[in-house]
């Protein structure tokens, strides 16, 4: 994979040149806590599927992501992600607007919910390609309708139209499974991930 992915002389998994399909700032700020170097290269491709499985919609739509970058960046190691939230079988992108992200608040108010990221590793070059998903419990603290307004609007570039990692924004009480899920990119997964591609390597 021409120098790409490297093994440390411990035999730990290295990587270098890895690209993040994602302009998401909160997977930016998560990924540096690997200290691995990376740069970001966003994937412009749709999100629509049909799919309604949730599991298998988020991995689906990461490898999308993964490999449309990868096709214009051949030799790069392709980190792609997508996240979304499932309630009463529901499954909840990003809001289309202000009304679509009040319908999805009002929705999840007071009641637990789940949040699936899938996240999918791909090098074009070496026909290379990983991926996994992980997913939380999350619950929803009950708010009156007038502190639920005022988030209304706040979140429309997130699944769910909240965001755990905003402390302006209390709507959310307790979460069962990987925190960094939530955010929009679990680590462990990263990690495992990494490993494998450069144990494939």
Same mark, same amino acid.
């Not at 490999?67 to 980190?79: G, K, S, T, Y």
């Not at 899938?118 to 992980?134: D, I, K, Q, T, Y």
């Not at 307004?149 to 965001?163: I, P, W």
């Given at each position: 994979?021409?120098?790409?992915?490297?093994k440390s002389?411990?035999?730990r998994?290295?990587?270098?040149?890895l690209?993040l399909?994602s302009a998401?700032p909160q997977?930016?700020?998560?990924?540096r806590?690997?200290?691995?170097?990376?740069r970001?290269v966003p994937a412009?491709?749709?999100?629509?599927?049909?799919e309604?499985?949730?599991?298998?919609?988020v991995?689906?739509l990461?490898?999308r992501?993964a490999?449309?970058?990868?096709r214009?960046h051949?030799?790069a190691l392709?980190l792609? &992600?997508?996240t979304?939230?499932v309630?009463?079988?529901?499954?909840?992108g990003?809001?289309?607007?202000?009304?679509?992200?009040?319908?999805m608040?009002?929705?999840l108010n007071g009641r637990?919910?789940k949040?699936?990221?899938?996240v999918?590793?791909?090098h074009?070059?070496s026909?290379?390609?990983?991926?996994e998903?992980?997913v939380s419990?999350?619950k929803?603290?009950?708010l009156?309708p007038?502190?639920?307004?005022?988030f209304?609007?706040r979140?429309?570039?997130?699944?769910?139209a909240?965001?755990?990692?905003?402390v302006?924004?209390p709507?959310?009480e307790a979460i069962e499974g990987p925190?960094?899920?939530?955010?929009?990119?679990?680590?462990?997964?990263?990690?495992?991930?990494?490993?494998?591609?450069?144990? &494939?390597a």
């Amino acid at each position: 994979m021409g120098g790409l992915l490297t093994k440390s002389p411990a035999g730990r998994a290295c990587v270098r040149g890895l690209v993040l399909a994602s302009a998401s700032p909160q997977r930016r700020k998560l990924l540096r806590e690997l200290r691995v170097p990376f740069r970001i290269v966003p994937a412009d491709v749709s999100e629509a599927s049909r799919e309604k499985d949730p599991r298998r919609l988020v991995l689906l739509l990461a490898l999308r992501k993964a490999r449309a970058v990868a096709r214009r960046h051949p030799n790069a190691l392709v980190l792609g &992600a997508d996240t979304v939230v499932v309630s009463a079988g529901r499954i909840l992108g990003k809001p289309a607007d202000s009304i679509d992200g009040r319908t999805m608040l009002e929705s999840l108010n007071g009641r637990w919910h789940k949040v699936y990221t899938g996240v999918a590793l791909v090098h074009r070059g070496s026909r290379l390609a990983f991926s996994e998903a992980a997913v939380s419990q999350v619950k929803a603290r009950r708010l009156p309708p007038a502190a639920l307004e005022r988030f209304v609007g706040r979140h429309l570039d997130k699944a769910g139209a909240y965001a755990i990692q905003d402390v302006r924004d209390p709507f959310i009480e307790a979460i069962e499974g990987p925190r960094d899920n939530v955010i929009g990119l679990p680590l462990d997964v990263v990690r495992r991930l990494l490993k494998r591609a450069c144990l &494939a390597a």
